[in-house]
């Protein structure tokens, strides 16, 4: 048995559409696809602009772009992310100002925030960990009391609610990746949302090569971040299974949590009172005093028997690229969580069995240590 991190389900309707659109020969960035998954988006979230893009990336950097932000402005974004989300905020110029993480949820600690901020900070980026909703209570009132925006990178939280309101609407512009792990997927593709006009049309004009009222005239910097026809055939088909992929991901939570409790030095992930945890992945930590062995030598040994798994997101202070810009801060909760830390096959295709083998190659691994 060789059990993958992740595999992806693509619906018969996404797979009939994605034909269709083929067949139409509406396969670049025009066609009744388009339209029909930015409505529909638009729709789940109640939200008045649904704009997509080439990819969950873009997004974020067309987002930023919109709302202003350039060279000496301060965003602040979590320690412990996707290197996406702050990614974006290089392209701009701007500085990421990074704030550590919460041990229970590894989403950022809404406390640290507030030190953070200076005369050039502009917005915030919340990020929806695995799934898991931030703070946002905390967060907006922090943006209010400082005049900031929020830009929320919902990347992993397709369908996830914080205090019954899905996460995404909470931001004056949020984000949504397509990538091929992501709940929903087109293969590539992104999203962004937002209630304002004036975002929206500015969004659209960046994707696409900052055209003017008059088209090939450009009044502004713009880039080629389309999304396809053809990806946004496969959105279309599989937006219309969100409830169910959703329903997937916490059913599977819900039997590995039972499998894998009470094993001493396995921290299994936990779900805050009010929210929605859509577990886009079954992200453990492993406390190697207490479990026996390292996350490393635990990823290795399930490797061996046939499962595959992934590391944690690295820290600020591991990446070089970021050096320059951290000026050797330390993000203690950040680094204790990206070296111990792992998550567990969590697609889609998963069963039953599968899961209660990833567990029992656990146990059996704990035995022998
Ligand atoms: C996947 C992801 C992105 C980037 O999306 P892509 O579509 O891969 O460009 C951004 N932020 C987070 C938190 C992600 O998980």
């Known amino acids: 048995m060789f059990i993958p991190v992740n595999e992806p389900i693509i619906s018969q309707e996404a797979k009939d559409n994605l034909a269709e659109a083929i067949n139409s020969g509406w396969i670049s960035s025009a066609g009744k696809y388009l339209s029909e998954f930015e409505t529909n988006f638009a729709k789940i979230y109640g939200v008045k602009h649904a704009i997509a893009v080439s990819n969950g990336t873009a997004a974020l950097h067309v987002a930023l772009l919109s709302l202003g932000i350039k060279a000496g402005d301060e965003i602040i974004v979590p320690a412990f992310t996707m290197a996406a989300s702050w990614m974006a905020v290089l392209y701009t110029g701007a500085k990421p100002i990074f704030v550590d993480c919460e041990l229970e949820t590894y989403n950022i600690d809404p406390d640290k925030i507030e030190k953070k901020i200076t005369?050039?900070?502009?917005?915030?980026?919340?990020?929806?960990?695995?799934?898991?909703?931030?703070?946002?209570?905390?967060?907006?009132?922090?943006?209010?009391?400082?005049?900031?925006?929020?830009?929320?990178?919902?990347?992993?939280?397709?369908?996830?609610?914080?205090?019954?309101?899905?996460?995404?609407?909470?931001?004056?512009?949020?984000?949504?990746?397509?990538?091929?792990?992501?709940?929903?997927?087109?293969?590539?593709?992104?999203?962004?949302?937002?209630?304002?006009?004036?975002?929206?049309?500015?969004?659209?004009?960046?994707?696409?090569?900052?055209?003017?009222?008059?088209?090939?005239?450009?009044?502004?910097?713009?880039?080629?971040?389309?999304?396809?026809?053809?990806?946004?055939?496969?959105?279309?088909?599989?937006?219309?299974?969100?409830?169910?992929?959703?329903?997937?991901?916490?059913?599977?939570?819900?039997?590995?949590?039972?499998?894998?409790?009470?094993?001493?030095?396995?921290?299994?992930?936990?779900?805050?009172?009010?929210?929605?945890?859509?577990?886009?992945?079954?992200?453990?930590?492993?406390?190697?005093k207490k479990f026996g062995l390292s996350r490393d030598n635990l990823k290795i040994e399930l490797k061996n028997r046939g499962v595959d798994t992934r590391d944690f997101f690295y820290s600020p202070s591991d990446q070089p690229v970021l050096k320059d810009i951290i000026n050797a801060e330390r993000f203690p909760n950040t680094e204790l969580v990206a070296s111990n830390g792992l998550y567990l096959p969590s697609g889609l295709t998963m069963t039953e069995e599968k899961i209660k083998f990833v567990c029992q190659q656990i146990k059996k691994i704990k035995l022998t240590k």
Request: aromatic share 10%; glycine share 8%.
């Open 119 to 288: 005369a050039h900070t502009k917005a915030i980026m919340p990020v929806h960990i695995y799934g898991h909703p931030c703070e946002m209570n905390k967060i907006m009132n922090l943006a209010q009391k400082y005049k900031l925006m929020i830009i929320e990178d919902a990347a992993e939280a397709h369908g996830a609610t914080y205090q019954g309101k899905l996460a995404g609407i909470f931001g004056d512009i949020s984000c949504f990746s397509f990538y091929g792990n992501k709940i929903i997927t087109t293969g590539e593709g992104g999203i962004i949302i937002t209630n304002s006009d004036t975002l929206a049309e500015k969004c659209r004009k960046i994707k696409d090569l900052h055209h003017s009222a008059k088209r090939f005239v450009h009044d502004g910097i713009g880039y080629n971040y389309r999304l396809t026809n053809m990806q946004a055939a496969i959105g279309v088909g599989e937006l219309k299974h969100l409830d169910e992929y959703v329903n997937k991901k916490l059913w599977i939570a819900k039997l590995y949590s039972e499998l894998l409790v009470n094993i001493p030095g396995l921290k299994l992930p936990t779900t805050k009172t009010g929210v929605k945890n859509v577990f886009w992945m079954y992200a453990i930590l492993i406390y190697p």
